[in-house]
């Protein structure tokens, strides 16, 4: 693999409060990085940065070498905790309408054989998704769950090479939640994403990633909460992860051997590696 995004002295300054300070980070093509870390630690200020929102203080983003504008384009697709869906749109429209804003810059409306391929691609990462058969339902109409795979839909319809996200699965039960690892993971493979994800659960963080982050204050000072920002105070390779991953791949091609390597369910993590995490 090779570095994709690089982070070169990256800083994040809001007049006297310091978000983000001499944060360094090269990213893998094909890689799930694994952002974990106390509240305010400047996690989201990270996906933002990455999504082309926001612009570093100081510091410079690189893509492929290439200086990172501060703006959203296509090659970056992000998912949210709060459901990006539009509700007087059904689950097609609601996929069709990043690709007719893409498309289509002036009217927002695809027509002909162009909205004709558009509807096609649409329909194909909903059933990716498992929501082939909800096509025509409104939002209000489905459940967390189904809601949730819409939105990873709008995100990946347009082929982004960057995954971001924004704890997307904090808001669901359980059961929901480790169907959408099961999603989520199937998909990274699938489309070679290279994803980056902000969680606050410690657990999923290992089960998913093939890389763990870890963002902290390194230095504080009582009397000015601000004065000082948070950097990347853990950065740990799951090597077990990796070569797990390689297996499944293999799996999929191997035709003598159907079905094997789908399962997706993490394997045990170092409860002393976790204490670590959770200490910082």
């Not at 963080?205 to 982050?213: D, E, I």
């Amino acid at each position: 693999m090779s570095a994709a995004l690089s982070l070169r002295n990256v800083w994040v300054e809001y007049g006297d409060k310091i978000v983000l300070e001499r944060v360094n980070l090269d990213i893998d093509e094909g890689a799930f990085v694994s952002v974990v870390g106390p509240s305010g630690a400047g996690k989201s200020s990270l996906l933002r940065l990455v999504l082309g929102q926001d612009a570093p203080s100081r510091g410079t983003i690189t893509l492929d070498g290439k200086p990172l504008q501060p703006k959203c384009t296509p090659d970056r697709g992000v998912v949210f905790q709060r459901y990006s869906v539009f509700s007087h749109l059904t689950v097609l429209g609601n996929t069709i309408f990043g690709l007719e804003c893409e498309q289509a810059t002036f009217t927002g409306r695809l027509f002909g054989a162009r909205r004709k391929a558009a509807v096609e691609q649409a329909e194909d990462m909903l059933k990716a998704v498992g929501l082939g058969d909800a096509m025509n339902l409104y939002p209000a109409q489905m459940s967390g769950g189904m809601q949730q795979r819409l939105a990873i839909a709008q995100a990946l319809v347009k082929r982004p090479r960057i995954l971001l996200l924004d704890e997307p699965f904090g808001a669901l039960d359980p059961g929901i939640r480790a169907d959408m690892h099961s999603l989520i993971t199937r998909l990274w493979r699938e489309h070679s994403l290279t994803i980056l994800m902000v969680t606050h659960d410690i657990q999923e963080a290992f089960s998913l990633g093939t890389r763990v982050l870890t963002l902290d204050k390194s230095r504080v000072d009582p009397h000015a909460p601000g004065r000082f920002g948070a950097t990347v105070v853990y950065d740990l390779t799951l090597d077990r992860r990796l070569a797990r991953e390689a297996r499944l791949a293999a799996a999929q091609v191997d035709e003598t051997h159907p079905g094997a390597g789908v399962s997706t369910s993490p394997e045990p993590v170092s409860g002393i590696t976790i204490d670590k995490i959770n200490n910082t």
